[in-house]
């Protein structure tokens, strides 16, 4: 977390959370939701303003994590903003390098190893890793397959339905908001 963030925390403590305006989608592209874009559907249905400013988009990743609810948020300033996750809390991002393969979050923060090899009925292909789980973005799906093939990771078959509940995590924070 920014040094400027855990100084806000400390100087302001009791700032609500603010949740549904933003989002995370399967690619690992953050949204802005605004009220009116709320008001027409859920995430990922409608999806809101593509974030494209690049300090913003790593202001978010550094200061993006979960809490003992499984729900992710990014900590803006002192105020917890909840995260809306289109498949996982992560995606990853999957190259081969130096004759291994390597994974990224959509953050830019390597993973040390891959624990288990998950695929859904829809063929889309998971990683529970010791960050947590994520969804391999689509662009990356070759390199990924190359470990597959290679015997490097074995998928197992899963529910969509089931990950939530199976790693921790809550895919809509603004649902418990609201409870």
Not at 22 to 35: I, N
Not at 52 to 70: C, P, Q, S, T, V
Not at 77 to 95: H, I, M, N, Y
Not at 109 to 128: A, I, N
Request: glycine content about 8%.
């Amino acid at each position: 977390m920014d040094d400027i963030v855990k100084a806000a925390l400390k100087k302001w403590p009791n700032v609500p959370d603010c949740r549904g305006w933003l989002a995370l989608d399967a690619r690992g592209d953050w949204y802005m939701r605004d009220d009116r874009t709320q008001a027409a559907g859920p995430f990922p249905r409608v999806k809101g303003s593509r974030i494209l400013h690049d300090k913003l988009r790593e202001f978010i990743g550094r200061n993006y994590e979960a809490d003992a609810d499984g729900c992710w948020f990014f900590q803006n300033g002192p105020q917890k903003v909840f995260v809306e996750l289109e498949a996982a809390p992560w995606v990853f991002g999957v190259q081969w390098l130096d004759g291994a393969f390597r994974v990224e979050t959509q953050t830019g923060r390597p993973v040390p190893s891959v624990d288990e090899v998950l695929v859904d009925e829809q063929g889309r292909l998971f990683l529970h890793t010791p960050l947590g789980l994520g969804l391999v973005r689509s662009a990356d799906m070759d390199t990924a397959a190359d470990a597959v093939v290679a015997g490097v990771w074995v998928p197992q078959d899963v529910r969509s339905a089931d990950l939530p509940v199976r790693y921790g995590h809550d895919l809509s924070p603004q649902r418990r908001g609201q409870a």
